[in-house]
């Protein structure tokens, strides 16, 4: 049977270890059948990467590889929140993106796309979202990208 997990060994993909709260909330929060994941930044198991501005020496491109790294977060905690059952997510309901970028930079759907594609790819069909890409004069730690979800879940 293919899991997401599956799916993304096959693009030579894992997910990380989930990431503790930095701050004074809670990784995820299930509300009856709703799975909310808060923000996730593009570090990958504690290891910083992904610093930078969009439209200041950040292509598109490392943008949309921050936003992959942001997906791959919200897989893991996704699937920390159901206690390692993917069958219980039923469908990605809604991204949200942050892009740190330059006043002038217009190109955010463009980057959150790299999360997008890559929830595409691990949940098929239940994966499509709806979802918003915005620009932020600065995110946490300076990341480049911050990403959160809502799935509904059984």
Request: one cysteine or more; proline letters at 5%; glycine letters at 12%.
């Given at each position: 049977?293919?899991?997401p997990e599956?799916?993304?060994a096959a693009l030579g993909l894992d997910l990380p270890t989930p990431a503790g709260a930095a701050a004074n909330y809670v990784p995820f929060v299930v509300s009856g059948n709703t799975l909310f994941v808060a923000g996730q930044i593009p570090f990958l198991n504690g290891v910083k990467q992904h610093i930078g501005r969009l439209g200041e020496g950040m292509t598109?491109?490392?943008g949309q590889d921050a936003a992959r790294a942001c997906a791959l977060n919200i897989l893991a905690q996704a699937k920390d929140a159901v206690n390692g059952d993917w069958s219980r997510i039923v469908r990605c309901?809604?991204?949200?993106g942050?892009?740190?970028a330059t006043p002038d930079f217009d190109s955010h759907p463009a980057v959150i796309n790299g999360a997008s594609d890559l929830i595409v790819a691990a949940l098929g069909e239940a994966g499509r979202h709806a979802r918003f890409a915005?620009?932020?004069s600065n995110l946490p730690f300076g990341v480049a990208v911050e990403i959160d979800a809502?799935?509904?879940?059984?």
């Amino acid at each position: 049977m293919s899991t997401p997990e599956t799916r993304l060994a096959a693009l030579g993909l894992d997910l990380p270890t989930p990431a503790g709260a930095a701050a004074n909330y809670v990784p995820f929060v299930v509300s009856g059948n709703t799975l909310f994941v808060a923000g996730q930044i593009p570090f990958l198991n504690g290891v910083k990467q992904h610093i930078g501005r969009l439209g200041e020496g950040m292509t598109i491109e490392q943008g949309q590889d921050a936003a992959r790294a942001c997906a791959l977060n919200i897989l893991a905690q996704a699937k920390d929140a159901v206690n390692g059952d993917w069958s219980r997510i039923v469908r990605c309901i809604k991204l949200g993106g942050f892009v740190n970028a330059t006043p002038d930079f217009d190109s955010h759907p463009a980057v959150i796309n790299g999360a997008s594609d890559l929830i595409v790819a691990a949940l098929g069909e239940a994966g499509r979202h709806a979802r918003f890409a915005v620009g932020a004069s600065n995110l946490p730690f300076g990341v480049a990208v911050e990403i959160d979800a809502i799935f509904e879940i059984r």
